[in-house]
């Protein structure tokens, strides 16, 4: 077999399908999906998240330069989908998936109690690229369950069943959960 030539894409698959969390400056919570985020530098701690600026929860990061990335799980599989596709001005996405939420500790961004890592992060940096702000962070904090506490004391994320998202559809441990769009499509009688 041969390989077939495409136009230039992101094609960097599977990606984790991550939760964020922002406030405004008046404390207004919101929640949306992200799936291009990833690490950035080690020492010191830095990640980064690409926002599309017609997003609604753009205008809050560019208020408050403060987010958290909250890992997802099979269990929020669904909320992870629905706060993709569904916009915080036209419903509550936190009161609608039933999200828990926790102050930040050093954000005005509160954390998702229902995720199993938390990371705190400040924006030190934005790039306008074209289609998406990339934001630059410096983690300030993370949050890990208890839950996921081996008999070492060592965090076990492989317990909290984490998805990814790859090319329309999400995934654990090799399971798809399913596609994206399936939390809002009109089920069939």
Same mark, same amino acid.
């Given at each position: 077999?041969?390989?077939?030539?495409?136009?230039?894409?992101?094609?960097?698959?599977?990606?984790?399908?991550?939760?964020?969390?922002?406030?405004?400056?008046?404390?207004?919570?919101?929640?949306? #999906?992200?799936?291009?985020?990833?690490?950035?530098?080690?020492?010191?701690?830095?990640?980064?998240?690409?926002?599309?600026?017609?997003?609604?929860?753009?205008?809050?990061?560019?208020?408050?330069?403060?987010?958290?990335?909250?890992? #997802?799980?099979?269990?929020?599989?669904?909320?992870?989908?629905?706060?993709?596709?569904?916009?915080?001005?036209?419903?509550?996405?936190?009161?609608?998936?039933?999200?828990?939420?926790?102050?930040?500790?050093?954000?005005?961004?509160?954390?998702?109690?229902?995720?199993?890592?938390?990371?705190?992060?400040?924006? #030190?940096?934005?790039?306008?690229?074209? #289609?998406?702000?990339?934001?630059?962070?410096?983690?300030?904090?993370?949050?890990?369950?208890?839950?996921?506490?081996?008999?070492?004391?060592?965090?076990?994320?492989?317990?909290?069943?984490?998805?990814?998202?790859?090319?329309?559809?999400?995934?654990?441990?090799?399971?798809?959960?399913?596609?994206?769009?399936?939390?809002?499509?009109?089920?069939?009688?």
């Amino acid at each position: 077999m041969g390989k077939q030539s495409w136009k230039p894409g992101n094609m960097l698959y599977p990606v984790p399908a991550v939760l964020i969390t922002v406030a405004d400056k008046q404390g207004n919570a919101n929640v949306f #999906t992200v799936a291009w985020t990833g690490t950035v530098c080690s020492d010191p701690p830095m990640v980064s998240i690409s926002v599309r600026p017609e997003r609604y929860s753009h205008h809050m990061i560019e208020e408050t330069q403060e987010f958290v990335i909250n890992l #997802t799980t099979s269990e929020l599989a669904y909320a992870t989908d629905y706060c993709g596709v569904k916009s915080g001005k036209d419903t509550d996405k936190i009161k609608d998936m039933k999200l828990k939420l926790l102050p930040g500790e050093k954000v005005s961004a509160p954390l998702i109690e229902q995720s199993p890592v938390n990371i705190e992060c400040k924006v #030190t940096k934005t790039l306008r690229l074209g #289609t998406h702000d990339m934001y630059l962070a410096q983690v300030v904090a993370v949050h890990a369950d208890e839950a996921y506490m081996d008999k070492k004391g060592r965090f076990s994320l492989e317990q909290a069943d984490p998805i990814a998202y790859s090319h329309g559809s999400y995934y654990t441990l090799g399971k798809k959960l399913g596609t994206f769009g399936y939390s809002v499509k009109k089920r069939s009688s």
